[in-house]
């Protein structure tokens, strides 16, 4: 065979391949796009799906952060009225001063004339305050509650006379009532601080 028509030939062999290798690639380009473009719509909509749930799932979590503050800020409110009102009956039942040299023993004895009317004022208070306020308070106002109850049946509101125990269940009544003062302001503050 002649030098000619053997290039001839391997040039014909080598244009089929080509022009099949050509048609191959093209073919194969084709269908690698419409798998790329049907991957990438697939993956586009599971990640949206997944975006969605996302975002489904913090509005659910701040619409409950939202509740839990309002119910927060509800009973931090009634919470600053007990200790409010607290802070108020210590101011109404401090004994005032009649002269320059008044002491405690006589300041004690107006406590103990006034402890009737504590008592029914503690009673008042735990009446409304008890759902807000703390077991320790509660226990703060009872003491004080009990005291003034025991307290009345020490004195003779007629002449004015107070047993030496009247005098002593006084003093412990008014300390036990500005104790419980002290701890309702510092709840409420460490509230505030945190």
Partial sequence: MPMKDVLELAASIIASVGGAGAIIFGLSNKLGKIWADRLMEKEKAKYSQELEEL???????????????????????????????????????????????????????????????????IDKYLAKHSPVISEQINEQLTKVRNAAGECKFECNKKTGEISSKGRQLADELFTAFQEAEKLSISELKSQVST
């Fill in 55 to 121: 975002k489904s799932r913090f509005v659910k979590e701040t619409e409950q952060y939202k509740v839990q503050l309002k119910k927060s800020e509800f009973l931090f409110e009634k919470q600053y009225e007990a200790a409010a009102d607290i802070s108020a009956l210590v101011r109404h039942f401090y004994p005032g001063f009649y002269h320059p040299d008044m002491d405690w023993c006589e300041a004690c004895e107006d406590i103990a004339l006034s402890s009737e009317a504590i008592e029914k004022a």
